[in-house]
């Protein structure tokens, strides 16, 4: 009689494959990505000791007294034009999760009410690969954008850069003092319309507005202006190129000098301020019944 022939089932065959093929093919190790950001101000590297001339409609002479950002959602654009996002490294003080606060005032001369870090890198890691480009977004991502800073850890525990619980942070802070301005009494400002108070400058401030909050102590559900700027830069390689914030192209037809009555010293993103008709275009995002244009903060060198 013919002794039967052993069983093989099919799924041990299959099983012992894969393990074969898993460990045949190696894993994709991390590539190390460092995307260097350069601050300027009409194309002259930003300082808190310098001047800046040119600036606005008036080509009005200017100082920076702050200049800090948000940025997320940071990845690398793939070859199929797929996006890879950048693991940021949890650093304790700059990057939480995938935010990232650039500081590039250091409290030195006319930046006296900031910090003396300085952060001008996003650091992180992506699979090795070729990438062709860069996206990310300015601004803090709604589910991180509505706390109380001081319970919060670093860098959202920056609270020069919140403004309460329901508009959440600052996505941009550019203080800029017109150095003709810094001279004038606040009687001479308010009659020429400049000045907010003793606020003797012209700053621009990013952020949500109308946000729908059950009180200024909750988070909102949601807000009507999320103000969030998305970047792409095509054929960036972090190798050989930087990100270049300039604020100069965006002022460009605003006058420095001047303050609307009744509002915010500048532009500070909030609707009914006819500072920033001319401004929140420019930064690509609409504006009352104003389209959003081309944005001009952000280049690529």
Not at 77 to 92: C, E, H, M, Y
Not at 126 to 139: K, S
Not at 209 to 214: P, R
Request: glycine share 8%.
């Amino acid at each position: 009689m013919t002794a039967p022939k052993p069983q093989v089932h099919l799924m041990t065959r299959f099983s012992y494959a894969a393990l074969a093929a898993l460990v045949a093919t190696p894993a994709l190790a991390d590539m190390t990505v460092s995307i260097p950001f350069a601050a300027e101000i009409a194309g002259k590297s930003f300082s808190c000791v310098e001047t800046f001339a040119g600036l606005g409609s008036t080509a009005a002479e200017v100082q920076a007294v702050d200049y800090r950002l948000f940025v997320s959602e940071a990845a690398l654009v793939k070859a199929d034009g797929s996006l890879q996002p950048i693991t940021l490294d949890q650093d304790g003080q700059w990057q939480l999760d995938g935010l990232a606060l650039l500081d590039f005032e250091d409290a030195s001369g006319a930046c006296a009410n900031g910090t003396a870090g300085v952060n001008t890198t996003l650091r992180g890691t992506v699979p090795d690969g070729e990438y062709t480009g860069l996206v990310f977004t300015i601004g803090v991502p709604f589910a991180q954008n509505h706390g109380d800073p001081t319970l919060l850890p670093a860098p959202l525990n920056t609270t020069a850069m919140f403004w309460n619980w329901q508009n959440g942070y600052k996505f941009v802070r550019i203080d800029l003092v017109p150095t003709a301005m810094a001279g004038m009494t606040d009687e001479a400002m308010a009659a020429q319309g400049g000045g907010h108070g003793n606020a003797k400058g012209w700053f621009l401030h990013l952020g949500s507005t109308m946000c729908d909050a059950a009180s200024k102590t909750e988070a909102p559900t949601a807000c009507a202006n999320e103000n969030r700027m998305a970047i792409r830069l095509d054929g960036f390689d972090p190798a050989t190129n930087t990100v270049v914030i300039d604020p100069a192209p965006v002022l460009a037809e605003a006058d420095l000098m001047v303050n609307a009555p009744d509002t915010s010293p500048g532009c500070m993103s909030f609707p009914k301020d006819a500072d920033c008709m001319t401004v929140m275009g420019k930064l690509g995002l609409p504006y009352m019944d104003l389209p959003a244009g081309a944005q001009s903060l952000v280049s690529m060198r």
